[in-house]
């Protein structure tokens, strides 16, 4: 999942949400700020590497980066004072929402 999140990155959440919600036995709210956590950290890692080894438009790499830590902290904001089956219920429209957008994609 990290090498998929740090090249390709749609629908990583809802992947990592998913697996973790499987594996471990926590409140779906504490879960989703592991989430957050573990994102930052492969996406921190994607950057690094991205950075040393090929080119990048580093204006838009501000942007992009800038845009992302707004909203990771509006999103774990807002997480945290969801009731569960509201954010449960947000996961899957996010992940369905994903699903469909690549689908749609033509090749």
Known sequence: LSIYGGYFG???GVILIS???IALSDSLVRLNGL??????AVNGV???????????????AGIVAVSSVVGGQLGAHVGRRLPVPILRALIVIAGLG???K??????
Do not use: C, T
């Not at 989430?35 to 930052?40: F, G, P, R, S, W």
């Not at 994607?46 to 580093?58: I, K, R, T």
């Not at 690549?102 to 090749?107: E, G, N, R, S």
């Open 46 to 60: 994607s950057a690094v590497v991205y950075g040393l080894g090929a080119p990048v438009d580093w204006r838009v």
């Open 10 to 12: 749609a629908a990583q």
């Open 19 to 21: 697996l973790m919600a």
């Open 102 to 107: 690549l689908i749609a994609q033509p090749v």
């Open 35 to 40: 989430k957050n956590y573990l994102l930052a």
């Open 98 to 100: 994903a699903v469909v």
